[in-house]
């Protein structure tokens, strides 16, 4: 049954869909939710905990010109799965494209219209409620360089509304491939931060801005 | 061949049905405006309301099963909690501010007293999460629920389906709330001719137009907007409003205007319930008002009052009670539900 469905996918991708995956990494090394990273020279004990984020909005392109929308985009991605985090797009017509972009983050107006199915249902773990919104990006650790209860840090990074929109745009030139695997590098968002002065962000702030921007900066697509 | 496609119209002939003859059309009162709420969205059917009925009075939304959102929104009260300057939830503990009344939802863009929500359907996340209300969590919920002997059965009458989720949850509680429509006081049978006011009560009301109505804007009596109506600031709480929610200090100490609908039974007053009594919040506008920068227009000009002026409004201020509203028999405590569930 099991292979059977993965020949199936496997049919889809190569006649009609694209898939796109995500792999997480920091620097050299695959990241694994809650194992020590045991950083070589680094007594800072750092340890992701959490990490998910929404993908939306996710279109094709070619010359500049959009060729190709999923429906209804918005898929939670969460490193802490067994199951690989693939999206399907479905491609019926084989339309040729030269450039892949997707938002990180849930756009302004779904977040003003109530309450969402699917992986927008706030059972997911990813909406604020004293000041409803999604949140668009969650990464948690414990690093020795937080002087915090159990050394923790929190990024809870969201906000639909002016000064402080946090959703990011990205988009890679690719050719024309049906598998796109992108890698997000918590290196180079910590590398950025510094976690003994910031360490808790959790609503809507010109820091979410700051940080949200350089989160986007963190992903790239793997060259096949 | 001929069998499978007459199974599958009788199916599609259902399942049509069900969604026409459960439907329910909203009813807006003559002289509303159109509602904010988007109904096409989630459409009002019978079995919904039910489900969100039972769901507001049944402590199970709470961490310790204790607390249902009737706690602090009871009928009686126009479904604010009475008698306590700041509502209290879970194991007593005191929230920090006074809780709104819930009446004409479906007409309000923001919810709270510092708008901080903004869309009927995710009001009901506030309380659940918050530490000193139900301080429980939304997914926890939904598995209580789905392991109870009641909802799934519940979900899939007005659903169709009796995987709950944390949507339909929301949709059905906000269904009930759309359903606490005021517009049957003195007030609004006067507006219909089908009733006159005293001489008082018409004082009363000539006053209120002159003085009040730019914030309290009839029918509705409110702008749904944000004002800062000179309260002295409470030291003790340090709330500052809106600004909390915006971070911008153009929106220092404003609060959501509220409606004055059943304000005869939705004491005490203000966002932290400062007034127990009608008489002092007149009497915080005529004579109490503090200048701050935030300080609304409206309120820059002194509102110079009598004390017969005073009492003038406040016999007007008493034509918007709604007793058909607060003794409304489908709003109350679901009996009949409920005990079908234990009898199962």
């Given at each position: 049954m099991l292979l059977s469905f993965i020949a199936f996918t496997n049919a889809i991708n190569a006649q009609s869909a694209s898939t796109i995956g995500f792999s997480f990494a920091y620097g050299s090394r695959v990241l694994n939710i809650d194992d020590s990273l045991n950083l070589p020279n680094d007594s800072t004990f750092l340890r992701i905990t959490e990490l998910k984020f929404y993908i939306s909005n996710i279109r094709f392109l070619k010359n500049g010109e959009v060729v190709l929308e999923e429906k209804n985009s918005f898929h939670l991605v969460d490193a802490n799965q067994i199951i690989p985090n693939q999206i399907l797009v479905e491609n019926k017509q084989n339309i040729a494209f030269d450039e892949i972009k997707f938002d990180l983050g849930i756009d302004s107006i779904t977040n003003v219209s109530g309450a969402m199915g699917g992986d927008l249902d706030p059972t997911k773990g990813m909406y604020w409620t004293w000041q409803n919104g999604y949140i668009n990006f969650k990464l948690e650790g414990t690093s020795q360089l937080c002087k915090t209860r159990n050394n923790e840090f929190t990024f809870h990074l969201g906000g639909y509304q002016q000064p402080y929109y946090c959703l990011q745009t990205l988009h890679f030139k690719t050719n024309n491939s049906s598998t796109m695997n992108f890698k997000l590098d918590v290196q180079k968002i910590l590398n950025q931060v510094d976690l003994a002065k910031t360490n808790h962000v959790m609503s809507p702030c010109e820091e979410a801005v700051i940080l949200s921007k350089i989160v986007a900066n963190a992903f790239n697509l793997l060259q096949n | 061949m001929k069998r499978k496609l007459f199974i599958f119209s009788l199916l599609s002939f259902v399942i049509v049905s069900f969604r026409s003859v459960n439907e329910i059309q909203f009813e807006v009162p003559n002289s509303f405006p159109k509602p904010v709420y988007n109904f096409s969205k989630n459409?009002?059917?019978?079995?919904?309301?039910?489900?969100?009925?039972?769901?507001?009075?049944?402590?199970?939304?709470?961490?310790?099963?204790?607390?249902?959102?009737?706690?602090?929104?009871?009928?009686?009260?126009?479904?604010?909690?009475?008698?306590?300057?700041?509502?209290?939830?879970?194991?007593?503990?005191?929230?920090?501010?006074?809780?709104?009344?819930?009446?004409?939802?479906?007409?309000?863009?923001?919810?709270?007293?510092?708008?901080?929500?903004?869309?009927?359907?995710?009001?009901?996340?506030?309380?659940?999460?918050?530490?000193?209300?139900?301080?429980?969590?939304?997914?926890?919920?939904?598995?209580?629920?789905?392991?109870?002997?009641?909802?799934?059965?519940?979900?899939?009458?007005?659903?169709?389906?009796?995987?709950?989720?944390?949507?339909?949850?929301?949709?059905?509680?906000?269904?009930?709330?759309?359903?606490?429509?005021?517009?049957?006081?003195?007030?609004?049978?006067?507006?219909?001719?089908?009733?006159?006011?005293?001489?008082?009560?018409?004082?009363?009301?000539?006053?209120?137009?002159?003085?009040?109505?730019?914030?309290?804007?009839?029918?509705?009596?409110?702008?749904?907007?944000?004002?800062?109506?000179?309260?002295?600031?409470?030291?003790?709480?340090?709330?500052?409003?809106?600004?909390?929610?915006?971070?911008?200090?153009?929106?220092?100490?404003?609060?959501?205007?509220?409606?004055?609908?059943?304000?005869?039974?939705?004491?005490?007053?203000?966002?932290?319930?400062?007034?127990?009594?009608?008489?002092?919040?007149?009497?915080?506008?005529?004579?109490?008002?503090?200048?701050?920068?935030?300080?609304?227009?409206?309120?820059?000009?002194?509102?110079?009052?009598?004390?017969?002026?005073?009492?003038?409004?406040?016999?007007?201020?008493?034509?918007?009670?709604?007793?058909?509203?607060?003794?409304?028999?489908?709003?109350?405590?679901?009996?009949?539900?409920?005990?079908?569930?234990?009898?199962?």
């Open positions: - | 459409p009002l059917s019978e079995n919904k309301i039910q489900l969100g009925r039972a769901l507001f009075y049944d402590p199970i939304l709470s961490r310790n099963n204790m607390i249902s959102c009737a706690s602090c929104h009871s009928q009686f009260s126009a479904f604010t909690h009475v008698d306590h300057a700041l509502s209290h939830g879970i194991e007593d503990k005191s929230g920090f501010r006074n809780s709104p009344a819930l009446m004409n939802m479906a007409w309000q863009k923001s919810f709270m007293r510092d708008g901080a929500i903004n869309h009927l359907d995710a009001q009901s996340l506030a309380p659940i999460t918050n530490p000193v209300e139900m301080d429980e969590n939304i997914a926890h919920v939904v598995a209580k629920l789905q392991i109870s002997k009641l909802y799934p059965q519940l979900f899939f009458k007005a659903f169709g389906d009796s995987t709950i989720t944390g949507e339909h949850t929301l949709k059905a509680i906000s269904q009930f709330m759309l359903t606490l429509v005021s517009a049957n006081s003195k007030y609004d049978s006067v507006m219909r001719k089908q009733s006159v006011f005293n001489e008082q009560e018409n004082k009363g009301y000539i006053l209120f137009k002159k003085n009040c109505s730019m914030c309290h804007t009839e029918p509705l009596f409110t702008n749904d907007e944000f004002r800062n109506n000179g309260l002295k600031i409470d030291t003790t709480l340090n709330d500052y409003g809106r600004y909390r929610v915006t971070k911008n200090k153009a929106d220092s100490l404003k609060f959501k205007v509220p409606t004055l609908r059943n304000i005869e039974f939705s004491y005490p007053y203000m966002h932290d319930g400062r007034f127990k009594k009608l008489s002092q919040v007149i009497n915080h506008y005529a004579n109490g008002i503090e200048k701050s920068k935030t300080l609304a227009n409206e309120l820059q000009k002194p509102i110079l009052l009598t004390a017969n002026e005073k009492v003038d409004i406040i016999a007007f201020l008493l034509t918007l009670s709604d007793k058909s509203f607060l003794f409304n028999p489908q709003y109350f405590y679901p009996k009949e539900i409920f005990s079908e569930a234990t009898k199962n």
